[in-house]
């Protein structure tokens, strides 16, 4: 088995497999693409009051490879991703998302507005956990592969995300909080091309989350210095 997945790992290196998203490093650490939004003064801005979202809980069902450091940095990523996807900012960024034509549009959005992406996100009805309505699920696996460029990469036919250890060390829980933004979003049914389509739901709303959770981050930093 170990060897069967070796090779797989191999393949999938050499070509792009579309049955597998892999996150790639070089997109978390240096993204030379800038998002934009719409903002109030355009007409075509939404206004996050005019649109219902639920709440969503992160909720982690198995853990495995995390311990010690690595798992409180984990259930900090958690902690703030919850902050995060519940934020009229997220919801804001969501509805007003604008993709490198200028259009109000994901890439790869299955014919979906952004309004429809923003309600079935915050649905979290996971392709393979459709009953879990308001929760984000997370089956993952701490991996190490110290050759690897890739971050994370998960398969459609399970629930499980692998997350490789090679870059979780290096990380900040907000990029950790970016990460499993990204790779949960495969798990409720987007996809991307290939790593450069930066308007794809799981980049775009990854890149929203990372964003949201430092700015979070360092206002919890300020708050604990203050109080
Ligand atoms: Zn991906």
Do not use: C
Not at 5 to 24: M, V
Not at 176 to 184: D, P, R
């Amino acid at each position: 088995m170990k060897k069967l997945l070796f090779s797989l790992t191999l393949f999938s290196s050499l070509t792009l497999s579309s049955a597998e998203y892999r996150t790639e490093a070089a997109h978390n650490h240096h993204d030379p693409h800038t998002m934009e939004t719409f903002t109030q003064e355009s007409s075509e801005y939404i206004h996050p009051d005019t649109v219902q979202g639920d709440y969503l809980t992160v909720r982690g069902m198995e853990i495995t490879g995390f311990s010690g450091e690595s798992l409180d940095k984990l259930q900090d990523a958690f902690a703030v991703l919850e902050v995060v996807m519940n934020s009229e900012e997220f919801k804001e960024r969501v509805l007003n998302f604008k993709n490198s034509k200028g259009e109000r549009a994901f890439a790869s959005n299955k014919g979906l507005s952004n309004e429809e992406i923003y309600a079935l996100l915050m649905e979290g009805r996971e392709d393979l956990q459709p009953e879990t309505q308001g929760e984000m699920n997370f089956f993952l696996k701490l991996y190490n592969r110290p050759w690897s460029s890739v971050v994370g990469y998960t398969t459609p036919d399970t629930n499980l995300i692998n997350i490789n250890w090679k870059f979780f060390k290096g990380f900040g829980a907000h990029q950790v909080a970016g990460n499993l933004a990204h790779e949960w979003t495969h798990k409720m049914g987007y996809g991307h091309r290939s790593a450069k389509e930066h308007d794809s739901v799981p980049y775009a709303v990854g890149n929203i989350v990372r964003e949201l959770a430092q700015q979070q981050l360092k206002t919890r930093k300020f708050n604990n210095l203050v109080h």
